[in-house]
């Protein structure tokens, strides 16, 4: 059954996916995510995203995103330790 949000437009609507991680994954992914102020579900859909993309090609754009968001989360955990 999926489920939609009433935030997106029709033709966007997201789907749900429920997962199943170990529990060291998931401290991981809560501690990263907290770090760089963002929520656990909207850090793992851009893990899920850079890997489609690594598989796909991406166009630059999307790299350069993907470059932000890993810039931000080195420089998060570099002003944490």
Same mark, same amino acid.
């Given at each position: 059954m999926l489920l939609y949000s009433h935030r997106h437009p029709p033709a966007r609507q997201p789907a749900w996916?429920?997962?199943r991680v170990p529990p060291e994954a998931l401290k991981a992914l809560r501690a990263l995510a907290a770090a760089n102020g963002l929520p656990v579900?909207? +850090?793992? #859909?851009?893990?899920? !995203?850079?890997g489609l993309a690594s598989h796909h090609g991406d166009?630059?754009?999307?790299?350069?995103e993907? +470059?932000? #968001?890993?810039?931000? !989360?080195v420089k998060a955990?570099?002003?944490?330790?």
């Open positions: 996916l429920t997962l579900s909207t +850090l793992a #859909r851009g893990f899920i !995203a850079d166009d630059l754009r999307a790299a350069l993907r +470059l932000e #968001r890993d810039l931000a !989360a955990q570099a002003l944490a330790g």
